[in-house]
């Protein structure tokens, strides 16, 4: 097995290969508290998460989930102090050139979701490249959500209709669910990629914080109590297995 998806057999059991979630959001919530809780600075925590990630994208990788969705950094992450958000975006450029030969080579592709733009230029060029390296692989898509909000995001939606109205191209009572689904990040102007199934929040907080609002609609939500440098994929599993535990209904009976 290549490095990336090797896993042990007991530790997929409990699972039911035939219904493991074809697109997994992750709120990777925790990394302060973690570090408040092992006396290490506030960075070290997000050093953890990183590493955290790096696992969770290996499990879902060799479990099949087709799509992997994190919230990396948030429009409202820029009001955290310039030290911790520089910090973030570091962690960025160390990340993809640590990880990008490997993601390549076990055919995952990266894609970002949000305005990516407005980072500083090396992180820029270093997403660039992993956008570049992977974006003919067939493997599991490991979506980033990178100054990303659902707000926002409805929000350049509708902009984005209301251009196509002003230029004939549209008519409103013509709009349906699908036209404004389709202009979001997610949506098929841009990369394609289905609702959500399972969406996790980890640390034990119970919001979805401007997350996929939209995408999320139908959603199972789980949360876990850990925090997420402590997320293993043994826990992920265990939030897969009670996403198979439930039945959904849809809205119906």
């Not at 530790?11 to 959001?25: F, G, K, N, S, Y």
């Not at 975006?89 to 390549?104: A, C, P, Q, T």
């Not at 733009?117 to 570049?132: F, G, I, T, Y």
Request: with cysteine; aromatic share 8%.
């Amino acid at each position: 097995m290549s490095a990336i998806s090797a896993f042990k057999e007991e530790d997929t059991q409990m699972l039911d290969m035939d219904r493991i979630p074809r697109h997994v959001a992750v709120v990777m919530d925790g990394n302060g508290r973690w570090a408040v809780k092992n006396s290490v600075p506030r960075m070290a925590g997000h050093n953890a998460g990183m590493k955290a990630m790096k696992e969770i994208v290996k499990r879902s990788s060799s479990l099949g989930v087709e799509h992997l969705t994190v919230y990396a950094f948030s429009t409202e992450n820029w009001k955290r102090s310039v030290d911790e958000v520089n910090g973030i975006f570091k962690l960025i450029v160390i990340y993809v050139d640590k990880e990008l030969k490997e993601l390549h080579k076990n055919n995952v592709k990266v894609r970002i979701l949000g305005d990516y733009s407005m980072l500083p230029r090396e992180s820029v060029e270093r997403l660039d490249k992993a956008l570049k390296t992977t974006e003919n692989n067939t493997g599991l898509q490991f979506n980033i959500a990178l100054n990303y909000g659902s707000r926002d995001e409805i929000t350049k939606a509708v902009i984005r209709i209301g251009e196509k109205i002003k230029a004939g191209l549209l008519e409103p009572q013509d709009i349906t669910e699908e036209t404004i689904g389709s202009h979001l990040y997610t949506g098929t102007l841009f990369h394609n990629i289905p609702d959500p199934d399972l969406l996790i929040r980890t640390s034990g907080e119970k919001r979805l914080s401007n997350y996929l609002l939209w995408q999320s609609a139908y959603s199972e939500l789980v949360y876990s109590e850990v925090l997420w440098p402590d997320f293993s994929p043994e826990v992920y599993e265990k939030c897969i297995e009670e996403y198979q535990n439930r039945n959904r209904r849809f809205g119906g009976r």
